[in-house]
């Protein structure tokens, strides 16, 4: 049973950082890509970040360069490390992997940035 534990969330002020990890289970997650979305309040889901096999990344246009995601494969944890926050980055944040063909889902932490 694949699982996937968020944690990390919490309240900071506009400006300042806070560092998401998203704890895998079930398998093994090396060779699979891992991903960060967030949903805001009222909000559709929207894609954060991408960290693949090879360590590649690639980001939303609105968090490049603010956030940087990473992977630690021997501990099956991907992070979103989140600096310079916005009001507008509050949301729910989630991990996802796709395993053999289907979407795993974590159940979120909130971030809330306030101004």
């Known amino acids: 049973q694949v699982q996937l534990v968020e944690s990390g969330g919490g309240l900071v002020q506009a400006g300042g950082s806070l560092r998401l990890s998203c704890v895998a289970s079930?398998?093994?997650?090396?060779?699979?890509?891992m991903e960060w979305y967030r949903q805001a309040p009222g909000k559709q889901r929207e894609w954060v970040a991408i960290?693949?096999?090879?360590?590649?990344?690639n980001y939303a246009g609105s968090v490049k360069g603010r956030f940087t995601i990473s992977r630690n494969n021997a501990k099956n944890t991907v992070y979103l490390q989140m600096n310079s926050l916005k009001p507008e980055d509050t949301a729910v944040y989630y991990c996802?992997?796709?395993?053999?063909?289907?979407?795993?889902w974590g159940k979120g932490t909130l971030v809330t940035v306030s101004s």
């Open positions: 079930g398998s093994s997650f090396n060779r699979n890509a």
């Open positions: 960290i693949i096999a090879d360590m590649s990344t």
């Open positions: 996802k992997v796709t395993f053999r063909g289907l979407d795993y």
